[in-house]
């Protein structure tokens, strides 16, 4: 079974410029999570998706971050215009939706964004 | 979701057993435990989970206590591979994302 795949790997942009990283999760979790790691700090919650509706969204930065994940599959998380401070390692996690307990969270080995 | 407490480094020499705690007080009655860990900048990777019960798996045991007020993960054998931070996690409600804190910084030397 695949796990939680990212594109790209790396990415290198110019401030102002516009990036979208994607994620897709293991195949039937519906829930998605977005995080960041920006050096030296902690991971942060950015927001999860159910499905294909935002459940939570209080970790977003400002508005010039925007998370979809049309259909409930894979999600993309846009970033424009970027600037310096955007730079850090970007995760995606997906898990089962269970509803009654937490089930464990299966991360994907992240985007890391440089914006210079 | 209930604060969690950890030492932000231990040492630990390869082949012997890494014992880190957890300090979870607040936890509720239906609050599960969930431990992870980050080595160097790879995605963070599931370890184990429990409510009351001590629970084992092939990388780790889990060992709650009565009160529930905190935690310890064990790692047998600890070897240089389990170089990491490693996180208590307490979610809260189903499917509420993880928060990450410090965690602990465990460094396995030969």
């Known amino acids: 079974e695949a796990g939680v795949t990212q594109f790209p790997s790396h990415s290198v942009i110019e401030k102002g410029q516009t990036v979208t990283l994607r994620c897709d999760p293991i195949?039937?979790?519906?829930?998605l999570y977005w995080y960041r790691r920006v050096m030296g700090k902690e991971i942060k919650f950015l927001l999860h998706?159910?499905?294909?509706?935002?459940?939570?969204e209080s970790g977003m930065p400002n508005n010039r971050f925007l998370a979809e994940r049309t259909g409930g599959t894979y999600s993309t998380l846009k970033v424009q215009p970027a600037e310096l401070e955007d730079s850090g390692v970007y995760f995606c996690?997906?898990?089962?939706?269970?509803?009654?307990?937490?089930?464990?969270?299966?991360f994907g080995q992240g985007t890391r964004l440089t914006v210079v | 979701d209930a604060k969690t407490t950890q030492p932000p480094s231990m040492d630990c020499a390869e082949g012997r057993a890494a014992n880190l705690p957890c300090n979870h007080s607040?936890?509720?009655?239906?609050?599960?435990v969930y431990w992870y860990r980050q080595i160097h900048s790879q995605g963070p990777q599931y370890i184990i989970h429990?409510?009351?019960n001590n629970e084992t798996n092939e990388m780790a045991s889990l060992i709650i206590t009565e009160d529930r007020k905190s935690s310890t993960l064990i790692l047998p054998h600890a070897t240089l591979r389990d170089t990491a931070v490693y996180y208590c996690?307490?979610?809260?409600?189903?499917?509420?994302?993880?928060?990450f804190g410090k965690g602990t910084t465990l460094s396995v030397s030969s």
């Open positions: 607040t936890i509720s009655g239906n609050e599960y």
């Open positions: 429990g409510l009351k």
């Open positions: 996690a997906s898990s089962k939706l269970t509803g009654v307990t937490n089930t464990e969270a299966f």
């Open positions: 996690i307490v979610p809260g409600e189903a499917g509420t994302a993880l928060i």
């Open positions: 195949s039937g979790h519906d829930n």
């Open positions: 998706f159910v499905k294909e509706s935002k459940q939570d």
